[in-house]
């Protein structure tokens, strides 16, 4: 009998975003970051405004994926930002 093994080098990556408002933007965050290759599971914590992901990914991709939602990293908020959260969360509550 033989087996090959297969070794993945997953990492946790925890980042604080803004713009975080109800379950809307906790659905629209997870399933739109489940996309990205290598994201193995994503978890979010809305009265810390926090998304722990784990996988094998590049950050940098995750935090623009986050931004283009309307969720930047805590400090990196705008007007425009806080727009795009509106439509995100409204299209989360429509993909519950």
Avoid: R, W
């Amino acid at each position: 009998m033989s087996f090959d093994l297969i070794f993945l080098k997953i990492e946790i990556m925890k980042v604080q975003v803004e713009n975080m408002k109800c379950s809307g933007c906790i659905t629209s965050i997870k399933n739109e970051l489940k996309e990205i290759p290598g994201v193995i599971s994503v978890d979010v914590d809305l009265e810390k405004s926090e998304v722990t992901l784990a996988g094998e990914f590049e950050e940098n991709l995750i935090l623009k994926k986050l931004d283009h939602m309307g969720y930047p990293v805590v400090g990196h908020n705008s007007l425009m930002k806080k727009a795009k959260s509106y439509v995100s969360c409204a299209i989360g509550k429509i993909n519950k």
